[in-house]
Structure formats: structure tokens, C-alpha cells
DNA sequence: TGTGTGTTATGACATATGTCATACCCATAA
DNA sequence: TTATGGGTATGACATATGTCATAACACACA
């Protein structure tokens, strides 16, 4: 019986999407375990997927199988919207952090409903028009400022009662760069005073220099 | 007497994005000279711009005074949707290199009959999904493949009759990199057999390893 | 004729970043 | 207990890219 499990929450993620008056037949409740792979680039993803629990990362694969991090996404955001238009294959790689349940509307079947529902494409023509502003801020900044700016713009964005911490292994995947590098610019750092490793994680000596040798990159 | 300039083919450029029917007192034909901005990264875009004639480059400056190239757009382009939908700041900057006419639509006037026009919406979710899909293998491009490959697609792109021409100062500029080191890269294409120099600029010797060096980089 | 200005060109050196090998710690599964 | 895996850490070396000094050349212009 399709639609059994849509509960009070999962109908507010449809409503967020305009989507409440969607007919419930033929939407599913899925749920990923943790490590799974929502999708995978360059394969079909041939549904729309909302995130009603737990939390996903996207990042890019690269032929050398190394990977680039681009985003964590938790709860109430929308997966395949992308796709939905322009019916190619997987832009990115989607994989669970977390046990993760997902509100699932196939492409085919709603198609017809959803682009012509237009506050549903409101809805994902802002949130494209996000990703699209804040890629061409991370393209640029990659190539223009060296990586010592834009980790200084992470640490001044990210910390907490001037505290930084964060799993490197991570953040380098995050960045980009080599896990050797990462280390090597917060040493650069520690050694300009501008921040100093603790136990607890690197503690900020410095804000304004952070913030001067940091550039504009997290900000929205 | 607004709308008095509008021509067949303007019309055709806004049936292309479901515009057929716009009131057209408050939309503009606007002309740029080679050379001038459509718009400045960090500033305020409050108008749709649709591009009928001439060419443009979309590239994005960074404060230490270096820039970089995205792409060149020609006439059926739209620039602006993304600000339409964000409200924010341009996410990139546009500079005419021929000169250029455009079809002016300014948000505030038209924002509610735009976002309430379901093939206007369907044709920019569209333009920003493949947008998405392309800055997502850009931005992993960057960090994965050296300049070579960025240098060998920009050939490919921009070559006539197999002959490579640019003024290499501001290509570099462009690129964000240094003209030592696209000098350089050049000679390692020609070492390659790649490529080879010639008064007329460079001719392309072998145009499958090329596109092979080369990766999808300028497709917006 | 000389003088600037912009473009192309090349070598030497410096800096930024990646790759690899290795080691240590600690939690947890067998 | 041992084994295993993930995160952290460091040195040595290689490659990618930037900076600087310098020179040749073309062209405009006084």
C-alpha cells in the first residue's frame, strides 16, 4: 500500500516544495543505511529525492578515484532536481553519513506534474540559482587565491568561542588538497601567531589576521 | 516610446524563454560597446538581460586583482536568473568583446509575472541545471587536471581552420595564470606535437590528443 | 631621428602543492 | 590478547606554477 508511511513530517518536506497535493500512489519512503550511496556520477538518477532524516555528503569522483567534497545536506533538502531538467545522468555522488530516510518521486511518473507546478519550480530554480551562485564563488576562489586564504576564510567562518576543530582527513577532501598541505598551511599558520594547536583543536591567536589573509568565500 | 525597437527576431529570442506575451512598455533594447560591462561581479543585477547580437564573456575577478575566465555567450543567452531568483549580488562579472545588443527586462517590474510564467521557469531551470551539472565537473576539473588541460579545451574551443590566434597577455590574464607559465605550456604542447607555432599563431598538428589533454570546460 | 609603450620571449630562481613512505595513537572487532 | 582500520603526524622529494629581470620587436608619435 504506497504512501502508508508518509507521515505529519514528511508531508511538511512536500509542503516545502509545493508539493502537498502530489498523489501519494506513486511516491516511496526509502531508507539508506549509513556508507550507502544515494547515487553515483555518471550513473541514472532517475528520481527526486527529498531528506527527511540523517544527513548526506555530495561530492565529485574523479577518474583518479580521488574525491572532492562539496556539501553536507541534512533534512528538507531536495536531490535530482538537476537531473529532473536535464535528463542526464548524475551531475555528482551522493552518499549516506548517517542512517538516512529519503521521500522518493520518480522522474517519469511525475514529470508532467512537477514542471508544470509552479511552485515547485519556484522552489528549485531558487535553489539552483544557490548552487549556482556559490559555485562560481568556489571555481574562482580554487584557482585565484592560494590555499592558505581560503583556510583562513574557513577557520574565521567555521570556529566557535575562538576554537577550530574539525576531522582533517575531512577538510582535506573538502579543500581538495592533500592531507599533507592541510597540515603544512595550519603549521604556516601556527607558526605566524596566527592560530595555536591545542589539545582540544587550534585555538585563534590572531582575528585580524585570520580575517586579512582570509578572503570573502563562505559568506552566504 | 518604449518597445518601439523590438524586431522580429527579439521577439523570437523571447518566445524562445516564454515571453511571447510580456507587456513590452517596460522591457528595453540596449546596446554595449566592445569592451563595456553588462554587469560587475559584487554589484547589483536587477534586470534579466537576453543577449541578441555580438558576443560576451562571463569571468569572475578576484581582489588580488587576478581574473578568470567561464565562458563567452552568444546571442539567445540569458544572463541575470540567477539574481532574479536570489536577489543577491552578481555572482560573476560579463564584458562585451564585440559589441553587443541585448533585450532588457528588469526584475522588479516583471519578477511577478516572470515567476509565475511556468515555460519562462521550466526554460531557466533548464539553463541553470546544466549550469549546475557542467560548474560540478569544472570545479573538480580545476583541482584534479594541471593548466594543460584547461589550455588544450580552450584551444579546441576557440581554434578556426585548425589555427589557434589570441592575444596571449590578456588569455592569461583570463586563465589566472601567469603568462611565463602559459608561454610555458604552449612550448610543452609544441614539444608534444601537439601544436605548433607559426607566425599566423599556433596550428593544430594532432587534434585528438588535443581533446584528449583537453577536458569539457567551456560549455556554458 | 629618437623615445615611449605594448606584446612576445626566455632564463633563473622561489613558492605552492602533490606524492610517497613511514610511524604513532586509539578504538573496536575477532 | 592480537589484529585491524581510521585519524593524526612528519620528512624527503617531485612537480606545478609564480616572480623577476631582461631582451627583442613592432608601432605610434613628436
Redesign the interface.
Known amino acids: 500500500m504506497p504512501g502508508k508511511n508518509i507521515t505529519e513530517l514528511h508531508r511538511k518536506y512536500l509542503t516545502n516544495f509545493g508539493l502537498e497535493h502530489i498523489d501519494p500512489e506513486g511516491i516511496l519512503i526509502r531508507d539508506y543505511k549509513k556508507g550507502e550511496y544515494l547515487c553515483e556520477q555518471g550513473s541514472p538518477l532517475d528520481e527526486l529525492l527529498i531528506i527527511s532524516g540523517g544527513r548526506v555528503k555530495v561530492f565529485?569522483?574523479?577518474?583518479?578515484g580521488?574525491s572532492?567534497l562539496?556539501c553536507y545536506n541534512d533534512p528538507g533538502t531536495i536531490l535530482g532536481?538537476?537531473?529532473?531538467?536535464?535528463y542526464?545522468f548524475a551531475?555528482?555522488s551522493v552518499c549516506a553519513v548517517t542512517d538516512v530516510q529519503c521521500i522518493v518521486i520518480p522522474h517519469e511518473r511525475y514529470r508532467d506534474y512537477l514542471?508544470?507546478n509552479?511552485r515547485f519550480?519556484?522552489r528549485?530554480?531558487?535553489t539552483?540559482?544557490?548552487?549556482?551562485?556559490q559555485?562560481?564563488?568556489?571555481?574562482?576562489?580554487?584557482?585565484?587565491?592560494p590555499f592558505e586564504s581560503r583556510l583562513c576564510a574557513y577557520i574565521s567562518m567555521t570556529s566557535e568561542n575562538n576554537c577550530f576543530t574539525a576531522k582533517l582527513t575531512e577538510l582535506a577532501e573538502f579543500f581538495?588538497?592533500s592531507y599533507r598541505h592541510l597540515l603544512r598551511t595550519l603549521e604556516t599558520l601556527c607558526t605566524k601567531g596566527v592560530i595555536e594547536k591545542t589539545e582540544k583543536g587550534y585555538l585563534i591567536k590572531d582575528d585580524l589576521k585570520l580575517r586579512t589573509i582570509g578572503?570573502k568565500y563562505y559568506s552566504?
Open positions: 565529485s569522483m574523479a577518474s583518479n580521488k572532492l562539496f532536481e538537476v537531473e529532473l531538467m536535464t542526464a551531475s555528482s514542471t508544470s509552479i519550480m519556484n528549485i530554480s531558487l539552483m540559482a544557490e548552487i549556482v551562485a559555485n562560481s564563488i568556489n571555481n574562482s576562489s580554487n584557482i585565484l587565491y581538495g588538497t578572503i552566504r
